[in-house]
């Protein structure tokens, strides 16, 4: 049940349109269902003799406002109060009885008209659709004096979380104020007329924030915005001095021809120009590190390096999560723009399931909670790697670290969904439980191809060889607490581990490194989490058929190492990835 409250000065005008057609003949027997003393007229069921029908709404008007006439210059400009309540589509049809409750109990709830108080404000519930009434209060109380409304939309959230519970309805999450501001009723019409999938305060938020993701200063986060195709116009003080901006679509006009312009605040509470300007100093990205550059491979395309090392930092973020930190809220920011980072550089195929997993955890960055030491350049730079790195091709090893990071992303949104429930951040833990499923449908899209070659790899090993990475896989996991079944397939999990040790890895030392590296609890497949970790760790390409195409930078003699079913060429140590430094590793669990 959603509570939309506005405030106005012409109780006549909106009393027209209750009773009126609709903008498009979408109101359906107007008539009352609650008001003030259950007597006040209704022109919706007139039965006067009076032909004229606008002669039952002036009656009605007058009625409202006699107290508002009363007060005269002591009254409000906007006295006017107009609340929508509206049921969700899979609730059922509340009858007029149940409407009138739930408008008793509103008009209650922010102090309008309390129950058993005869000063109380007029006010009116009108009803012309099943989902939903609109109650209209002129705010002058019988004793002529304004009411106490203070945090009214608040009041009347939580009485609506309460009288859905009463009335089994569906309950919705409690907000905490920090959510974007929706598109108007006037907003949404609009784009439907004009063709337009979403109104243009959506199109522009997402905008914004691509614009923003690992952006490295403010001259780069406009030039963007403008390479985007968006009308800006930047606010300056006398002084000179940038002080805030607008952004509009090319074409979105106002009646008078002229752009309609839309302040970043108004947005998102986060993307005004003083905060954007401190999320820069907060996270300042490392201008002389290539993108992808900690990830030791040279001869891997821009993309795969970006992708790879922005696991990492995925990792390290999805860690601080789960130490139930506040600190950790900043990641959430940085996490934030990872994902549009993502989503701007994937393929047509991922590029649906990531954008609505951005726009999903873009309610999961904002909270009350702020981080005293925020340092998000790490994350950031991450963002702004794949962003400078550009599209990836979505096969081979541009596809498989797509596949890893996504696999990652997976954990951080749960991660980030248990950080928000700790803390009583309802609507921001289901956003984040939604960005999961989201990056879930992604994971399957661009993991296809290349865990199908590992799992090729897999069941190519000698058949000895197999069983042995297969006994080692069995042993540790439920050493470590996870389910070892002996029906999952480990063929690429296995093929994983016979390169690693190829490479000079220990692979039992190396499976525990990675169980260790953190819960493994929310992940829908264990194997295929340890098998991007793993590979990740040992440096191995994300594609398996990358290993035969492309030899590794410098690579000279090799030697012949001894493994489990006998000897085979590896790499000479001189030419071998050297191991990770402990010291840049995410801390065990």
């Known amino acids: 049940m959603v509570p939309k409250i506005r405030r106005g000065s012409r109780t006549h005008g909106l009393l027209v349109y209750l009773y009126g057609p609709g903008k498009r003949d979408e109101h359906i027997d107007p008539h009352l269902v609650g008001s003030w003393d259950g007597f006040a007229p209704d022109p919706g069921r007139d039965t006067s003799p009076d032909p004229d029908p606008k002669v039952p709404l002036a009656r009605l008007a007058a009625a409202l406002d006699l107290r508002v006439k009363q007060a005269g210059t002591k009254a409000p400009a ?4 107009h609340c929508s309540v509206r049921t969700d589509p899979g609730d059922r049809t509340l009858t007029d009885a149940e409407w009138n409750t739930v408008a008793r109990r509103l008009v209650h709830a922010v102090n309008l008209a309390p129950e058993g108080d005869p000063d109380g404000c007029r006010w009116v519930a009108v009803r012309h659709a099943d989902d939903h009434i609109h109650i209209l209060a002129t705010m002058v109380r019988g004793d002529l004096r304004r009411p106490r ?3 009214d939309f608040k009041k009347a959230q939580a009485e609506c979380r309460r009288i859905e519970d009463e009335m089994g309805l569906r309950r919705l ?3 905490d104020g920090t959510g974007a501001k929706t598109p108007t009723s006037a907003e949404r019409f609009k784009a439907e007329r004009t063709g337009r999938p979403e109104a243009p305060r959506e199109t522009l938020r997402e905008a914004v924030r691509q614009a923003i993701a690992g952006a490295a200063s403010e001259e780069e986060f406009f030039t963007r915005l403008r390479d985007a195709g968006l009308r800006v116009k930047i606010r300056n003080a006398p002084s000179g001095d940038a002080i805030g901006y607008n952004v509009a679509l090319p074409g979105d006009r106002n009646r008078d021809g002229q752009p309609i312009w839309f302040p970043g605040s108004k947005l998102a509470p986060d993307l005004s120009l003083p905060k954007i300007r ?6 300042t990205v490392d201008e002389a590190m290539p993108p992808g550059a900690a990830s030791g491979r040279p001869d891997w395309s821009p993309p795969a390096r970006g992708r790879r090392a922005a696991a ?11 130490s139930d930190d506040d600190e950790a809220a900043a990641q959430l920011v940085g996490v934030g723009e990872l994902l549009d980072a993502v989503a701007q550089t994937s393929l047509a195929a991922t590029r649906a399931e990531l954008s609505a997993a951005a726009r999903s955890f873009e309610r999961a960055t904002r909270s009350h909670v702020r981080a005293e030491r925020a340092d998000t350049r790490a994350i950031r730079s991450a963002a702004r790697g794949i962003i400078q790195a550009g599209g990836a091709l979505g096969r081979g090893e541009d596809g498989g670290t797509t596949a890893m990071l996504v696999s990652t992303l997976v954990l951080v949104a749960l991660a980030a969904a248990r950080w928000h429930s700790a803390r009583g951040h309802a609507q921001q833990a289901e956003a984040s439980r939604q960005t999961a499923e989201h990056l879930r449908a992604a994971y399957r899209q661009a993991a296809t191809a290349p865990m199908q070659a590992l799992h090729e790899h897999g069941r190519a090993l000698p058949d000895a060889e197999r069983r042995a990475y297969e006994t080692t896989i069995r042993a540790v996991l439920p050493a470590s607490g996870l389910p070892a079944d002996a029906s999952t397939n480990t063929d690429a999990l296995a093929a994983t581990l016979a390169q690693a040790e190829q490479a000079g890895h220990d692979p039992k030392v190396l499976l525990q490194e990675a169980i260790d590296m953190r819960e493994l609890d929310t992940a829908d497949d264990v194997n295929d989490v340890l098998v991007w970790r793993l590979r990740r760790l040992a440096q191995l390409p ?5 290993a035969a195409r492309r030899p590794q930078a410098g690579t000279g ?10 000897i085979r060429t590896a790499p000479s140590t001189a030419t071998r990835p050297a191991a990770p430094d402990p010291r840049n590793r995410p801390p065990r669990r």
């Open 278 to 283: 401190r999320r820069l100093a907060e996270g």
């Open 173 to 175: 999450k409690p907000g």
């Open 542 to 546: 994300a594609h398996p058929g990358d």
């Open 78 to 81: 906007e006295h006017v109060w």
């Open 149 to 151: 409304m203070n945090y």
């Open 557 to 566: 003699r090799v030697k012949n190492v001894p493994t489990r079913s006998g």
């Open 312 to 322: 990492g930092i995925a990792e390290r973020a999805a860690i601080l999560l789960d």
